[in-house]
């Protein structure tokens, strides 16, 4: 006994010998009412300081696992957990798992996915450089909103949001062109969450959502979680294709529609503003409440902005926005946002609070402090500098070294890759993968099971030596599979 304990660098040495301590009691390898080392003693055993001792045993006793007697020592709690011995029953949950969990597991890819090995050329994220992440105007909004508020901060906050953040993302939208009057915000944790309450809040008279097809993995996963059929609507180079969808229209029944009208993910592709009116009049004539995804609608590389379909609705109400800067700024700060109806956002709220009380305070006065600042639009256009030149040349590598049919993005951080009718990338990614390189296989993002033959390359955390090098791989392999 006393031979396994090692010091950890960096953690006091006092709570490492109480938690060393209190593992032996738990486990049973110190009884109750057994005499511990003397202070002296254990501090030889464990060669540590005798003051470390003496403060772990103070803490013991404060945590109720040890007893002090005056002028015998420190002795075990009769209670203490290893103390106490209970029968013990191993149980098999997935016995116990329901459909939902079961299907949460079925449809998580990244359990399942390749994994890129150091040395890989991974293609496969679509998350920001963190090179380019502005560290010290972060620190400095840290510091700024704790030395104003930060005991409120580090306390519960509220279920809507912190205020300022929202009063500061209306003014954001409305530079976007959004009627805000009858709207309201409701801060979340990240797209998904927002995603997720938005859905949990639908009634299914249908039991349909109709989006297009390819589209964002992470919302066919919680579409088909909450127990929605999808309809998928095949794209033009401009966006939706507005003939089968109003085939689709005219023939089923939808609860609502789910649309990225703004460097489309998976595709890139960026809805016209002309296709944006008539698909608004569409959902309009059918009365279909719209869920649009508003993302990586701040990385335009060029071309003339395009508002997004909540401000084509103008005072209308149909349309719920969701928002994050995830892609934009810092993923780990998990801060999105819900645009909509006033009295939708109250409902919503509640169903936030139920599930999550709030998102944290903290997060979101960094951001707004950030924000306030104007340090978006300083490392926005640092940003996008990059990210423009990474575009530019990976949509250049495409054309030069892959046999494709077509390839699409007018912006963000991924290119959108088809082939022929009848290959394969699933083929195309295992055969890469034993060459040091992978990409997403692009049928994940389908809604009917097709789209074998396309893949999407995200460039944003590649290197330019390593884009060269695995396009030059990927086409040399598209070209050997192709005969």
Known sequence: MFKDFKLIAGRPVYIQVKDYMKHLII????????????????SLLLQVSRNSVISAY???????????VQGQGSYVAPAAAGSISVPTWTLDWKTRLNGHARMAEDLDIMKRGIRA??????????????????????????????????????????AK?????????????????VDMHG????ITNGFT???????????????????????HHTAIKNMKLHGFELKGISLERDGIHLGELKQALEEGVYDCAYFVPSYHNPTGIVMSPEKRQSLMKLMTQYEIPVIEDGFNEELRYSGAHVAPLIATAGSGNSVVYLGSFSKVLFPGLRVGWILADRELISVLESTKRARSIHTSTLDQSILYQYLLGGH??????????????????????????????????????HLFVTFEEGFNTRELLAACHERG???????????????QNTLRLGFSRVNDEDIRKGIVIIGNVARQLMG
Do not use: W
Request: a negative charge; charged letters at 30%; hydrophobic letters at 35%.
């Open 27 to 42: 486990k049973g390898a110190l009884q109750g009412n057994q005499k511990l080392p003397s202070t002296r003693e254990l």
């Open 193 to 215: 969450e927002g995603f997720d309450i938005v859905l949990s809040a639908l009634s299914k008279k249908g039991g349909a959502v109709i989006c297009e097809n390819p589209t």
């Open 161 to 177: 949001g912190y205020k300022p953040l929202i009063d500061y993302l209306r003014q954001y939208m409305e530079h976007k062109g």
């Open 376 to 413: 978006l639009e300083k490392y926005l256009k640092r940003a996008k500098s990059e990210y423009k030149r990474k575009y530019e040349l990976t949509m250049e590598c495409c054309k030069e070294l892959i046999p494709y049919a077509t390839v699409s993005g007018d912006g963000g951080l």
């Open 117 to 158: 090995e150091k040395g890989t050329i991974s293609f496969t994220s679509i998350a920001p450089d963190e090179n380019l992440f502005d560290l010290d105007h972060v620190k400095r909004a840290f510091m700024e909103r704790m030395s104003v508020e930060g005991n409120v901060l580090l306390n519960y906050g509220y």
């Open 183 to 186: 709207k309201d915000i409701l």
């Open 58 to 68: 103070e803490s013991l006793e404060d945590d109720g696992f040890t007893y002090a």
């Open 437 to 451: 390189v992978i990409f997403t296989a692009g049928d994940i993002f389908f809604t009917d099971g097709t789209g």
